[in-house]
């Protein structure tokens, strides 16, 4: 073959390569699996597996999925943030005792579990999970914001001051060292506040989407006040 015949025959083998490579790189099966399939993927499967109904009006689908994958399938949110292990499932319906899970929609979400106190101090606060579902804003945890639900998730910080530290002119309902009542205590944010902001927002449009429980008489921190 002569040298330029080879040439040739290179260059358009080259160019051949590269045209099937453009197609298989923008073909959108290609696209889902390496542009977000993994995603994709959790967000049908977070829908699938929300135990209550959702309130998808004005919301991204997309968001509320993941987010739900977070809540339900990975950190189990509910866990600590019902009214405890007594009424978490529907009668009958209690995984722990080898059935079917049915969980409790009256009161999930809605807080309420005591976690008992930190400390032997006299007066010591008892720990009991915040109510997470919207008020009648339709914001999560009560009305907050996104801006201090990621606050809170990334720096521990407890806005509503249940707890506060102990000193000489508060001794009562208050965490003593080494405890530090500016900090949620028992809620695992130092573990939260690692993930990322996108994935922190769709945790927030997943529980600005679940129903309000509206919780314990005011003036109980654990009101919430539904439509």
Same mark, same amino acid.
């Given at each position: 073959?002569?040298?330029?015949?080879?040439?040739?025959?290179?260059?358009?083998?080259?160019?051949?390569?590269?045209?099937?490579?453009?197609?298989?790189?923008?073909? *959108? /099966?290609?696209?889902?699996? $390496?542009?977000?399939? +993994?995603?994709?993927?959790?967000? !049908?499967? %977070?829908?699938?597996? &929300?135990?209550?109904?959702?309130?998808?009006?004005?919301?991204?689908?997309?968001?509320?999925?993941?987010?739900?994958?977070?809540?339900?399938?990975?950190?189990?949110?509910?866990?600590?943030?019902?009214?405890?292990?007594?009424?978490?499932?529907?009668?009958?319906?209690?995984?722990?005792?080898?059935?079917?899970?049915?969980?409790?929609?009256?009161?999930?979400?809605?807080?309420?579990?005591?976690?008992?106190?930190?400390?032997?101090?006299?007066?010591? *606060? /008892?720990?009991?999970?915040? $109510?997470?579902?919207? +008020?009648?804003?339709?914001?999560? !945890?009560? %009305?907050?914001?996104? &801006?201090?639900?990621?606050?809170?998730?990334?720096?521990?910080?407890?806005?509503?001051?249940?707890?506060?530290?102990?000193?000489?002119?508060?001794?009562?309902?208050?965490?003593?060292?080494?405890?530090?009542?500016?900090?949620?205590?028992?809620?695992?944010?130092?573990?939260?506040?690692?993930?990322?902001?996108?994935?922190?927002?769709?945790?927030?449009?997943?529980?600005?989407?679940?129903?309000?429980?509206?919780?314990?008489?005011?003036?109980?921190?654990? /009101?919430?006040?539904?439509?």
């Amino acid at each position: 073959m002569k040298r330029h015949q080879l040439i040739k025959w290179a260059v358009t083998l080259a160019a051949s390569a590269a045209i099937i490579a453009a197609m298989f790189v923008h073909s *959108p /099966h290609v696209q889902a699996q $390496n542009e977000g399939g +993994d995603r994709d993927s959790r967000v !049908e499967i %977070g829908l699938h597996i &929300a135990p209550v109904p959702l309130n998808l009006e004005g919301k991204n689908r997309a968001l509320v999925g993941l987010g739900s994958y977070w809540v339900n399938a990975v950190a189990s949110c509910n866990d600590c943030h019902d009214a405890g292990p007594a009424t978490q499932f529907l009668p009958g319906a209690n995984p722990y005792f080898g059935q079917p899970p049915v969980v409790n929609p009256a009161t999930y979400l809605g807080g309420g579990q005591d976690f008992g106190p930190l400390t032997t101090t006299p007066n010591a *606060p /008892h720990i009991v999970s915040r $109510n997470l579902t919207p +008020d009648k804003t339709g914001l999560p !945890e009560g %009305g907050r914001s996104f &801006a201090e639900f990621y606050r809170i998730l990334t720096t521990g910080i407890d806005l509503d001051h249940l707890h506060p530290a102990c000193s000489s002119s508060v001794t009562t309902n208050c965490l003593a060292p080494p405890f530090d009542g500016n900090l949620l205590q028992i809620m695992p944010w130092p573990s939260f506040k690692n993930m990322d902001e996108q994935d922190i927002r769709a945790i927030y449009e997943y529980l600005s989407a679940v129903p309000c429980v509206a919780g314990p008489p005011s003036p109980s921190p654990l /009101h919430n006040e539904c439509q």
